[in-house]
């Protein structure tokens, strides 16, 4: 059971880090982080700052994810594409927000853990599959959103395909040392400040534990 009284103080951290979008802040309040987090590390779930996650990946601070959430800015019958599940916390906000959201892990280990988290919230409308993020997922394209939760030179051509017209996609653009997250609709980039994700890797990792 969560303390009120540190929820509390986990809302007025986001605020203070930049995170004022008021549905946002509601669906973070609403996603429990602890049950995303790796269990030695449930402790720090409410600290804004980025866990350890297996093969070197990150759980990314909550208040980036408020930032990313916000520029991205779901809808109540919006269709959300995510590229890197890691933990599945992210997803599991924008569910909160949006009708429903696909989300894809090269990680098959990963993929798994968060598909066991996701049915232990009852997310119905969250799916997640093992795929190489750089490609999509056109299956169930085209998208109103689509996040990535990585670093990259340019959005892949495969992902603007499956966006919709009118349609945004959000992710950090730039190399190891300088980001920005880039808000792209209608053909146009809107700079949304500096950030810092870990750069998207290509393929499917075969090596990890069967999904």
Same mark, same amino acid.
């Given at each position: 059971?969560?303390?009120?009284? &540190?929820?509390? &103080? #986990?809302?007025?951290?986001?605020?203070?880090?930049?995170?004022?979008?008021? &549905?946002?802040?509601?669906?973070?309040?609403?996603? !429990?982080?602890?049950?995303?987090? !790796?269990?030695?590390?449930?402790?720090?779930?409410?600290?804004?700052?980025?866990?350890?996650?297996?093969?070197?990946?990150?759980?990314?601070?909550?208040?980036?994810?408020?930032?990313?959430?916000?520029?991205?800015? !779901?809808?109540?019958?919006?269709?959300?594409?995510?590229?890197?599940?890691?933990?599945? #916390?992210?997803? %599991?906000?924008?569910?909160?927000?949006?009708?429903?959201?696909?989300?894809?892990?090269?990680?098959?280990?990963?993929?798994?853990? %968060?598909?066991?988290? #996701?049915?232990?919230?009852?997310?119905?409308?969250?799916?997640?599959?093992?795929?190489?993020? #750089?490609?999509?997922?056109?299956?169930?394209?085209?998208?109103? &959103?689509?996040?990535?939760?990585?670093?990259?030179?340019? !959005? *892949? $051509? *495969?992902?603007? %395909?499956?966006?919709? $017209?009118?349609? %945004?996609?959000?992710?950090?653009?730039?190399?190891?040392?300088?980001?920005?997250?880039?808000?792209?609709?209608?053909?146009?980039?809107?700079?949304?400040?500096?950030?810092?994700?870990? $750069?998207?890797?290509?393929?499917?990792?075969?090596?990890?534990?069967?999904?």
């Amino acid at each position: 059971m969560t303390d009120p009284a &540190r929820l509390m &103080r #986990f809302v007025l951290e986001m605020r203070q880090a930049g995170v004022t979008d008021a &549905r946002v802040l509601s669906a973070l309040e609403r996603t !429990p982080r602890m049950h995303y987090a !790796p269990a030695h590390l449930e402790g720090l779930a409410l600290d804004d700052v980025g866990l350890p996650l297996g093969h070197a990946q990150t759980m990314t601070k909550p208040s980036i994810v408020g930032r990313v959430i916000a520029a991205l800015s !779901p809808e109540a019958n919006d269709v959300v594409l995510e590229i890197g599940t890691g933990s599945g #916390f992210q997803a %599991a906000v924008i569910s909160d927000l949006a009708h429903r959201v696909v989300t894809l892990e090269r990680w098959r280990d990963l993929a798994a853990d %968060a598909r066991g988290r #996701f049915g232990r919230a009852r997310l119905m409308r969250t799916f997640c599959h093992v795929a190489d993020g #750089f490609d999509g997922w056109d299956e169930d394209g085209p998208y109103d &959103r689509i996040v990535i939760n990585a670093a990259l030179d340019a !959005p *892949p $051509p *495969p992902l603007l %395909a499956q966006l919709k $017209p009118g349609g %945004a996609l959000v992710a950090a653009l730039g190399d190891a040392q300088t980001q920005r997250l880039i808000r792209i609709r209608n053909g146009s980039q809107e700079d949304l400040g500096p950030i810092k994700l870990q $750069p998207l890797e290509r393929g499917v990792e075969e090596d990890s534990a069967p999904a």
